[in-house]
Nanobody
Framework: DVQLQASGGGLVQAGGSLRLSCAAS????????IGWFRRAPGKGREGVSC????????NYADSVKGRFTISSDNAKNTVYLQMNSLKAEDTAVYFC?????????????????WGQGTQVTVSS
């Protein structure tokens, strides 16, 4: 079974940093794109970033460009989201998801598999 487990969330002050991890199992890592999404209170789920390691493609939402960096450790089947210069508006539950088509889009509809979220709270 395809499984994704997000971790690394927490409470941080504005301007601080966090690194989220998405541990994947049950599939060949290179055959999928992995995306990060978030759902802020009262809002829908939005795409944050994605990575297709086999295609060497990354993508970022405009709101996080220059502050967030996505990377992978293929040996560990893990994708990371380094989040720097955090703002209060980054407060959300963050999810990782897998797309076997490897489109690496920020469209949640393209992702077939989802993990449970991890809460990120940025205090101002």
């Amino acid at each position: 079974d395809v499984q994704l487990q997000a971790s690394g969330g927490g409470l941080v002050q504005a301007g601080g940093s966090l690194r989220l991890s998405c541990a994947a199992s049950g599939f060949t890592f290179d055959d999928y794109a992995i995306g990060w999404f978030r759902r802020a209170p009262g809002k829908g789920r939005e795409g944050v970033s994605c990575l297709s390691s086999s295609d060497i493609i990354t993508n970022y939402a405009d709101s996080v460009k220059g502050r967030f960096t996505i990377s992978s450790d293929n040996a560990k089947n893990t994708v990371y989201l380094q989040m720097n210069s955090l703002k209060a508006e980054d407060t959300a539950v963050y999810f990782c998801a897998a797309d076997p088509k490897r489109l690496c889009t920020l469209d949640k509809g393209e992702y077939d598999y989802w993990g449970q979220g991890t809460q990120v709270t940025v205090s101002s």
